[in-house]
């Protein structure tokens, strides 16, 4: 998969239908306001990280799949009234901006239409982005999406890629932000990376490769290790010293021969200022390789292998 040099969304601001059918009408109906939300009570929070290898063309269909693109998007779910922050780069004017319900892989029909709102779109040269809101009048799309939304996507449609330019999956975000500041938050590709892995022998006297560490460039220069080896402890140095490090707060399957996505609560571990001293939440996420080798091994072995990923920063 081919990783975009430019895909790191708003980091220098932070540091200084689409050949699918409808499956019916979308639940939604055009409220004609801006970007509201908050971080108020009963309130459920999602964010995707969209691009291009997410896509799935259909054979004959429209073009689908912008090499050069990247996007992210926040949802806001209260009551219902789904209010939305996107931010892309590297590719058109969005035509559609769609919440389809399917899993990674399958095409599904449009549930809720944000493509009204592409109008209150802003910014100039490669970064651009856009907020809305809209009111959903099927509740049962609602309870859906807030029980499982990972069974549903975003799609960005561009006139070049009428197919979808890029795609992703939902994944919630456990502590609440506020909407109208969603954009700070920004994601990093992995440039360089590698899970390391060291075989040690278990409980059952069998060896086998468990992680060690891991060791990775994200772009914006983020350092990316564990604190020490065989900590299990994840952390994040920003070229400026600001630094994060990472509980578990839960992990996702993402297919056979790459490791899982997660989603980890941050810790402040660096200066006070800069590019990370904001963050509360990271999120691990369209992983790409990484998985440990299988079977035995030889004792005081290692393996580095190589994985790709987007790391998502949330902003305090």
Known sequence: ??????????????????????????????????????????????????????????????????????????????????????????????????????GKGVNGGVRIDLTPRLDKGRGKGAARTATGSVEVADAAVLKEFTSNPAGFYTNLHTADFPGGAVRGQFHRVTHGFDVDRALRSFQAPVLKGRQIYACVEGADGKRAFQQSDVRAVLAGGIDHSFVRPNSGTPQWIAPDRSAVTGSLISRSPNGAGNIPELDLRAEQSGKKRGLLARTTEILRLNTVGGVAPAGSCEEGSVAAVPYQADYVFIQG
Do not use: C
């Not at 219902?80 to 780069?89: C, G, N, P, Q, R």
């Open 1 to 102: 998969m081919r990783r975009r040099g430019s895909v790191v969304i708003a980091i220098t601001a932070v540091a200084a239908a689409a050949g699918v059918a409808l499956a019916g009408a979308p639940a939604v109906a055009d409220d004609g306001g801006g970007s509201g939300g908050g971080s108020g009570s009963g309130a459920s929070y999602f964010v995707a990280s969209l691009n291009a290898a997410n896509e799935v063309p259909v054979p004959g269909g429209p073009a689908a799949g912008d090499q050069d693109a990247a996007a992210l998007q926040f949802v806001e779910v209260k009551g219902a009234t789904v209010t939305f922050a996107v931010k892309w780069s590297g590719t058109g004017k969005p035509t559609a901006l769609h919440i389809h319900q399917g």
